[in-house]
């Protein structure tokens, strides 16, 4: 009799299990969308660090552009020189340009509307300030912004002496990349 005590508990047991609904618990949905979460932010964060990068590599492109604008000026409208004044021209990332200094009305290359248009290009990329400037007797000129990077303040700047680089020096003033 016991033997037939104890199949008859495995036969419910089996009856219990053959029919019992099946489905997730809700620990298991929980675990399984709290592991969804991490993934998605992990994908997240690395597509922002991407596309700071974007940023700043098309930010580097156009101030290299700057360096291309500033040699046709040099060998055009600047008659073998980058302009007759001192000259300072900041761009804000919203594109308000700020001219200063003794070339404010003066033909530079600061002041040239190509260069302007790629100052204007690489301060919206960056959502910063670029800035350009030129000598007083048009032998120089220098142009730079922050870059859009996140993790440390990080600049990069083109001048006249062919030098085009990333530094952790703000360029505001000066005519030679720091």
């Given at each position: 009799m016991a033997a037939k005590i104890k199949v008859c508990r495995l036969s419910e047991?089996?009856?219990f299990m053959v029919n019992k609904k099946r489905g997730f618990t809700l620990i298991e949905l929980l675990v399984v969308i709290a592991i969804i979460g991490i993934l998605a932010s992990v994908v997240l964060a690395s597509l922002s660090t991407?596309?700071?990068?974007?940023?700043d590599a098309s930010a580097?492109?156009?101030?290299?552009?700057?360096?291309?604008?500033a040699e046709i000026y040099y060998s055009g409208a600047g008659a073998n020189s980058y302009g007759t004044a001192a000259t300072t021209v900041s761009v804000a990332a919203n594109?308000?340009?700020?001219?200063?200094?003794?070339g404010t009305n003066t033909l530079s290359t600061c002041n040239d509307t190509d260069v302007q248009k790629l100052l204007k290009a690489a301060a919206a990329q960056t959502g910063n300030a670029a800035t350009c400037n030129s000598t007083a007797n048009g032998t120089a000129y220098a142009a730079g912004t922050q870059l859009a990077s996140p993790t440390t303040a990080t600049?990069?700047?083109v001048d006249s002496t062919g030098v085009a680089k990333t530094t952790t020096t703000?360029?505001?003033?000066?005519t030679v990349c720091p």
């Open positions: 047991i089996i009856c991407a596309r700071n990068k974007g940023k580097q492109a156009s101030l290299n552009s700057v360096r291309s604008s594109g308000t340009v700020t001219n200063s200094g003794a600049y990069y700047c703000a360029f505001t003033t000066g």
